[in-house]
């Protein structure tokens, strides 16, 4: 069972979609689907949930995504650009109107000084142009919870997007 405050945040998105015909696609690296778990624990989450994505190597990344070589050759895996990459493929890549994408080091292991475990950057793309990017920096909170506070924040992405179109 997801958490509470997840599983609102998620009834919210959901909600949100529903009441305006809207579809999501996930494209997910170090969460391993826990956004689409997390949205698809929910009963009638089929009406809104396209499909997700798990790219956790880089050959699925460029494989299922389009995530061009040269950018993860450049930035790496764990970099804004390959988030956006991400978003952008997997909308491509589906029929959803909504994408949001996550990459980052949960740990233990895995970081570095330039990219410390806990930092994880997210991309939400729209069809209609719309693009928002964050990066977080949880630290070294432990691989759980950089993934659930991961969620959370990839969850928060697709409901501005939601809300901007409702507006």
């Not at 009963?43 to 040269?70: H, I, R, W």
């Not at 980052?104 to 950057?121: D, N």
Request: glycine share 10%.
């Amino acid at each position: 069972m997801i958490e509470d405050k997840l599983h609102g945040a998620a009834r919210r998105v959901l909600d949100l979609c529903r009441a305006q015909g809207l579809h999501i696609v996930t494209a997910e690296s170090c969460t391993g689907g826990l956004v689409a778990a997390a949205l698809t624990e929910i009963a009638g989450s089929s009406e809104v949930v396209d499909c997700g994505f798990v790219t956790y190597s880089n050959a699925a990344k460029q494989a299922m995504l389009d995530v061009p070589a040269v950018t993860l050759a450049r930035h790496g895996a764990v970099s804004a650009q390959t988030a956006a990459a991400m978003a952008k493929g997997a909308l491509k890549n589906s029929q959803a109107d909504f994408a949001v994408a996550i990459t980052g080091i949960a740990g233990p292991g895995g970081g570095s000084k330039r990219k410390p475990v806990g930092l994880v950057y997210f991309a939400a793309a729209s069809r209609n142009g719309k693009r928002l990017a964050r990066s977080r920096r949880f630290g070294k909170i432990g691989r759980q919870r950089v993934r659930l506070r991961s969620v959370e924040q990839a969850l928060a992405l697709l409901e501005t997007l939601a809300e901007d179109a409702h507006a």
